[in-house]
Each structure stands twice: as C-alpha cells, then as structure tokens.
C-alpha cells in the first residue's frame, strides 16, 4: 500500500513516471536512522567521506555542492554564481525542462538566446558552433545544455556540444542540466569539460526529492569571483568554506544524505558501466515494445535516444491523458504526461533507476493492458517483443 491512497489498491504502485523514481528499500533503511547533531564531530567525517565519494558519480575531481532543494535550486544556482545582470547566455530548446530553465534565466536578467529544435531531438551542435564562431567579442558567457530532456526522451551529445565550443576556439563556459541522466547515462563531468553539472536526487540517484547538485570546475569556481548576480543561499563560497571540513553553512538534510550515501554505494558496487549498460537495454526492449504496437517513439534521432525514459506518441485522435487515467484506475501505475506543447500527445515511460527486467515486463504489460481497455488501436504482443529482446541479451 501507499502511504495515502484514496482507494485501497492491493500490490505495490509502479512509479514509472520519468522521475521521482522507486526509491530502493536500501536508500529507505539508510533514511530511517535517526538524524544527528550536523555541527557535531560525527557529521564531519561522515559529510567529508559523502562529499569525496559522490565525485565518482560525476566522473569529477572537482566540487560536488549539495542543495537542500529540488533540481530548480540547482539551476539557479548555476546561473547566479557564474553570471551577472544582463550577460548573454546561448541555451538550447530541447523541450519544456529546457524552457523551464530559459525562462528562469530571464526572471534573472539574463540575456539568453534560444536555439530551436522540433521537440523531437537534442540539442543542434552544428548551431551551437555557428552561434559561436559568430560571437567574435565573446559576448556570450555560456552555454547551457539539458544533457537527457525529460519531456521528449531526448539525450544531447554533451561531448560534441564540447567539441562544437572547441573548434569554435571560444571561452563559453559550459553548463549542463543532467537531473534525469546522472547514474543513469554515461556522464563525465571533467573529460567532457563541462563547468557546472546540475543535479537532482530523484530520479537516477534513486533517492526522493529534497537534494540537488552542482559540480563546479575551476574555471567556473574563477568566474564566481567576478559574478555579480545577487546569491545567497546558492552563493558557493560558504558552502565550499564548509564542505572543507565535512559540513554545511546551514542545516542539511541529513536524513537525505543518509540515503545519498547508500545510493552511491548501490551505484558503486553494481559498476557504473553497467549500470549504464543496464539502462541501454531497458530502453532498447522498452523501443521494441512501442514500435510493435505500432507507435511513433518521440525521439526521431536514434543517436539521441535516451535510456532514461522512452515518451510514445499517440496517433492522431487518441489522447494520451486518458490511456495514464485508465492505467492508474487499473493496474495502480503511474506514468509521465506530455509537458507542455505534448501535453496529451505523448506519455512517457520511465525506466531508470533501481530498476529490473521484470519491473520493466510489468510496465509494458500494465501500458499494454491499458491500451486495449482505451480502446487504442494498436498490434498485441509488444510485451512478447520486449522479452524476447531482454532473453536474447541477458
Ligand atoms: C525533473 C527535472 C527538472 C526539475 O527538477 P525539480 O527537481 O522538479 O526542480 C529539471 N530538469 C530536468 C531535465 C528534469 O528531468
């Protein structure tokens, strides 16, 4: 059972919306202790251990800040430590995360440019360069990127985002949004160059929500010296004054990183490749599935498919909102909606992570059930096509 229900329901609920995600019974047992004195000598040595293993999950040696806060706060903070009032900023719009993040840049009085996609893949890197080889004085500050957009299933190449800024010889830095990606898709914080990495607990972290992350580079580090966007809360250098040590200039959550702690290990322990090659093959069985119902994956570029979430497009005159009602009514399983302009178009199915195969055959088994209980026209045996997939690759 839930911890509320209006209804009973019997048999536990499937959250397989795109994030927050089933949080594992290890992270719930970690949570369950009881919180201690965050100024006391304990806390230092546990804070400074977290604060030294949770760089591995971003493949960093740098910085890694924890928010108390959902995944916004980390993109505030982002911005506000490394810009100031009026600089210019080239985001890429991916999607409604994407939005989100635009819009929140110009509540903040930056200027940000908004390169266009259809929705339907990443980020367009060949504009990216073009847009910077254009900026000859170097107007614009950074680039931001959402590494996995959640609203479409859409991964964008962080690497070649790196490469496009290269070959354009220009000195942008680099922020990347990877709350649905991180411990779920190959990530590399320091490799590919990337000057702020924003972070969320609830979705492939595996924890739920109240945490969120920046990894900050040096060069980024710098640029918070001169970066006059009013800061407080966010403001790194208190935290990274604190952190030194093991603590925090202001209470964390400490239950949280409790739990934060035993994911990484979780993370850790399985071997992050294969947790990424886990995730690959979910996505993949989860494709197969779609395509033999006979429906349109919203991701129209197979090298930007993500592994976290696959979002299915319905045909025409069928309403996506309707098919998430029926399943939740019936089989007690929550799925992602369409956000923004896909609102009622698409559903999305979230498979990332402390997830396993048959979780996922369950899944598709309670989209399928759902799909004929709509009456969606659609073609049996999506679910035969996923496990035959999944026993062919063990
Ligand atoms: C979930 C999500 C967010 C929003 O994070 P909150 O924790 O809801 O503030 C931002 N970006 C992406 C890519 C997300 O998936």
């Not at 001169?226 to 935290?239: C, G, N, V």
């Not at 990484?264 to 490749?273: A, N, Q, S, T």
């Not at 947790?275 to 993949?284: G, I, K, P, S, T």
């Not at 035969?384 to 026993?391: C, P």
Request: with cysteine; charged share 20%.
């Amino acid at each position: 059972m839930a911890y509320f229900q209006s209804k009973p329901v019997a048999g536990r609920h499937f959250l397989q919306i795109p994030g927050p995600t089933n949080v594992p019974d290890r992270v719930l047992r970690a949570m369950d202790n009881p919180t201690m004195d965050h100024r006391g000598p304990d806390f230092g040595l546990f804070g400074k251990a977290l604060l030294e293993k949770i760089r591995h999950v971003f493949k960093t040696t740098s910085h890694v800040v924890i928010y108390p806060a959902s995944g916004t706060g980390a993109w505030e903070a982002a911005l506000t430590n490394t810009l100031s009032p009026g600089d210019r900023v080239l985001m890429c719009e991916t999607g409604w995360f994407a939005h989100l993040w635009h819009e929140m840049a110009g509540r903040l009085g930056i200027v940000a440019d908004f390169v266009k996609t259809d929705w339907r893949r990443g980020a367009d890197v060949a504009q990216i360069e073009q847009r910077l080889r254009e900026d000859k004085a170097h107007a614009i500050k950074a680039v931001c990127v959402v590494h996995n957009e959640t609203s479409t299933g859409c991964t964008s190449r962080i690497d070649e985002v790196r490469r496009a800024m290269d070959a354009a010889g220009h000195p942008a830095l680099l922020l990347v949004d990877t709350i649905s990606s991180l411990g779920s898709i190959d990530y590399r914080h320091d490799e590919w160059g990337v000057d702020v990495t924003v972070a969320g607990s609830q979705k492939g972290l595996m924890l739920p929500p109240g945490l969120s992350f920046n990894a900050v580079s040096a060069k980024a580090l710098k640029a918070s010296e001169t970066a006059r966007l009013p800061r407080s809360f966010w403001d790194w250098k208190p935290m990274l004054a604190a952190n030194a040590t093991g603590y925090f200039p202001y209470t964390p959550a400490t239950n949280l990183l409790y739990g934060l702690d035993a994911a990484v290990d979780m993370l850790l322990e399985e071997g992050l490749d294969n947790v990424f090659a886990r995730h690959d093959r979910h996505a993949e069985a989860t494709r197969r599935a779609v395509r033999h119902w006979g429906f349109e994956i919203q991701c129209a570029e197979p090298r930007h498919y993500s592994s976290s979430l696959t979002a299915v497009r319905l045909p025409e005159g069928h309403s996506a909102n309707a098919l998430r009602a029926t399943i939740l009514e019936r089989h007690n399983m929550s799925l992602g909606n369409g956000l923004g302009q896909l609102n009622d178009r698409v559903f999305r199915i979230g498979h990332l992570g402390d997830f396993g195969d048959l979780q996922l055959i369950g899944t598709l088994g309670g989209v399928e059930m759902g799909l004929r209980a709509a009456g969606v026209p659609h073609q049996p045996g999506g679910v035969q096509a996923a496990m035959d997939y999944l026993s062919g690759n063990a």
